[in-house]
């Protein structure tokens, strides 16, 4: 196989498909590079000078809106998404592995859930908070129009993750007199670990990122992408691209922090069951 | 514990308080095992009601509501749709919605099945195949503001492109089509959606039957007829839940539009956001209701070409 000359359609393939990575990280780039423009330097290359000028700038509160405050905000509410998305996912989906009446309902609900177009959520939560006479705030209104996006996410993948799963380590389980719950948190839970991490990640960023949901839906004080959002119409400096490349490199700690648990769960796993069969 | 003496001499019977203690367990966790499903999917339930029902029934509700410039009138009036399809700015507006999406589908499309194509088929180690899935998806975890204007230091009229461009000699004068026109708007649209393609069309080609293509192979077809007959058709299921999320991400859309387009282009999105910055909530409400309408429209059509549950 390894023999095999290349066909040139793998050349012209992979032409394209460099050509696609550069389109995804040029940009990106670019405003990186340029967030590090001196204070004399403007939202275009050339570079005028080096510095971090534009980084100060943007923890002055006055001058580019509430950063830290808006950070901290979209920061907590992705925790508190990634959590309760982790839970119920989880929940949800040993509940699909059973027959149980109203499955195939609530099942096309979530999928309704990611077709919905996000500012029709944002606006019948804020609707429905405004006629209630209930403020809308990011940790009640905020966090439910958040976990309509996240929840079918998460639901699918631990569609995924059933659909591959060994039932046999259930069945060893109970044969051995464990309970239903010692079955799943001694056996099942282990064993998905890994995904959960998925989930979870899956549920902070989406949490993190999410503008249209957010917009009617988590009331005066702003979170992130939607401080960003109006930064964008207020700040013509580069502190624009300083912003952009603090929460760029915000994310991508944070998906490196979840591969990384992945990684050291199935080393771990790996070391404590050398010639047992992979799960 | 102490040790069951009938369970003792009569072995292999559950006599006595051991034999009965585990038979009424049974039944209790029989009633608790068939009430379980119904506990687990509870907390789901509960947040789709609270959060996407009810408040689209509300939307439904007050989409028949009457206005004024301060308050929401509770009524049965049908103003706002009324309102919705005289205006020819409507049917233009949604017009220019469907086009995007279009568009924009049509190049993912093409973008999204290449790229899964070489993942899948030509590259040949599955730990390759996974570095550059991982390549791929990496820029998607970005906040798509940053992504949007990540375009302007390159598009822009001293952006690089240009400056390149005419360093080049090719052009003069700055391209003044590249920002805030409809064409980074659609740039936009790829840049942000595409991933949303390649990642369920990959994960078709992945339970590809190799030996399919070998038997297409050893029949004589060429590389092309491969994909075409073969590759192709059984990655169907694929395309069509990314192109549901494609259509139904566009279709919704308003920053970018906003962003992008520099004041070019609207779409129902920016539409629905305007009236809403002015509070017309009935109004806004009957748009999205609409909307709401033509994405099932769609997504009803694409779904019958793929039984999504079957595809996870």
Known sequence: MREERRPASFYALGTFFVLFVLFLY?????????????????????????????????????????????????????????????????????????????????????????????????????????????????????????????????????????????????????????????????????????????????????????????????????????????????????????????????????????????????????????????? | MQPDLAAERNPGWPHGRLGLHLLSMRVG???????????????????????????????????????????????????????????????????????????????????????AYFLAFHVRTLKWQMTLFLVCTIPFWTSNIIRMISWIPFLGRNGILNSTLIAMGVIREPLEFLLFSEFSTVLAYVHLYALFMVVPIFNSMMRIDRSLIEAAVDCGASGWRVVREVVLPLSKPGIAIGSIFVVTLVMGDFVTVRLMSGGQSTSVGLMMANQLAYLQYPAAAANAIVLLAVVLLIVAAMMRIVDIRKEL
Request: aromatic share 14%.
């Open chain 1, 26 to 279: 040029g940009p990106l780039s670019a405003i990186v590079l340029l967030s590090f423009q001196g204070p004399d330097g403007g939202l275009t290359f050339p570079m005028i000078g080096w510095s971090t000028h534009w980084f100060q700038a943007l923890f002055e509160q006055q001058r580019v809106g509430d950063f830290k405050g808006s950070f901290l905000r979209s920061f907590k509410l992705g925790l508190i998404v990634m959590a309760l998305t982790v839970v119920i996912s989880f929940a949800a989906g040993l509940a699909f592995r059973k027959r149980f009446r109203g499955a195939s309902f609530i099942f096309y609900l979530a999928v309704a859930s990611l077709i919905v177009p996000s500012i029709l959520v944002s606006l019948g939560v804020g609707l429905l908070f405004r006629i209630l006479d209930i403020e809308t705030t990011w940790w009640s209104s905020g966090l439910g129009a958040h976990l309509t996006w996240t929840l079918p996410f998460g639901l699918l993948i631990m569609f995924a993750v059933f659909n591959r799963f060994n039932k046999s380590y259930e069945e060893a389980a109970r044969d051995l007199g464990a309970t239903p719950w010692q079955t799943i948190r001694h056996v099942v839970l282990p064993i998905v670990a890994p995904s959960l991490v998925g989930v979870g990640l899956f549920g902070f960023t989406l949490s993190y990122d999410e503008f249209a949901r957010s917009l009617l839906a988590v009331g005066t004080r702003n979170t992130l992408p939607l401080e960003i959002y109006g930064m964008t119409t207020n700040i013509t400096s580069p502190a624009l691209y300083a912003l952009g490349t603090v929460t760029t490199a915000f994310s991508f700690l944070v998906v490196g922090g979840c591969l990384a648990a992945t990684t050291i769960i199935q080393r771990r796993r790996a070391r404590r069951m050398p010639a047992g069969p992979k799960p």
């Open chain 2, 29 to 115: 966790r029989s009633r608790v095992a068939a009430a379980a499903p119904y506990l687990q999917v509870a907390p789901l339930a509960a947040v789709l009601g609270v959060f996407l029902v009810f408040p689209i029934a509300l939307i439904a509700v007050v989409s028949f509501w009457d206005y004024t410039e301060y308050a929401l009138i509770p009524d049965f009036t049908f103003r706002n749709y009324w309102e919705l399809f005289s205006s020819v700015v409507t049917y233009k507006t949604y017009l220019s919605t469907l086009r995007f999406a279009a568009i924009t589908w049509a190049v993912t499309l093409v973008v999204g099945f290449t790229v």
